[in-house]
């Protein structure tokens, strides 16, 4: 049996930009991405905290360490900079393997959307 068990968080993060006339999408952070182990064009769903919409949509890196969350397209229309939103991915796999597969979480700051060492 193939089950889809949570792959990746990037738990609360704040929105910076929200821009609808790109071309669908949201931006995010490289080292964001890096530590969460998401990757350019992945679908990912976002929840946003602040007004309770949720949405998926795929992934394009944004400058390392630049805190950059932005919504693009359709998107910015659920999400006004300052919303606080997580950011889930979520992966297939066998039974057996989601029981013993860790998924990755990230705890940024959310005043500048920065990894905490």
Same mark, same amino acid.
Do not use: W
């Given at each position: ?7 990746? !968080?990037?738990? /609360?993060? &704040?929105? $910076?930009?929200?821009?609808? =006339?790109?071309? @669908?999408?949201? $931006?995010? =952070? !490289?080292?964001? %991405? =890096? ?5 350019? @064009? ?7 905290? &602040?007004?309770?919409? /949720?949405?998926? $949509? ?5 400058? /390392? !360490? ?33 029981? %013993?597969? !860790? ?5 940024? =700051? $959310?005043? &500048?959307? /920065?990894?905490?060492?």
């Amino acid at each position: 049996m193939i089950i889809e068990v949570l792959k990746s !968080k990037i738990h /609360r993060v &704040t929105v $910076t930009e929200a821009n609808v =006339d790109y071309v @669908g999408s949201i $931006t995010i =952070d !490289k080292e964001l %991405l =890096d530590a969460a182990g998401i990757i350019r @064009g992945e679908k990912v769903q976002v929840v946003n905290v &602040t007004n309770g919409e /949720r949405l998926e $949509t795929y992934v394009i890196p944004g400058p /390392r !360490k630049s805190g950059v969350i932005c919504l693009n397209g359709a998107a910015a229309h659920k999400a006004s900079v300052g919303d606080v939103v997580i950011i889930i991915s979520y992966a297939h796999m066998d039974f057996e393997e989601a029981k %013993l597969f !860790k998924p990755s979480v990230v705890f940024p =700051d $959310t005043a &500048t959307n /920065r990894i905490v060492e």
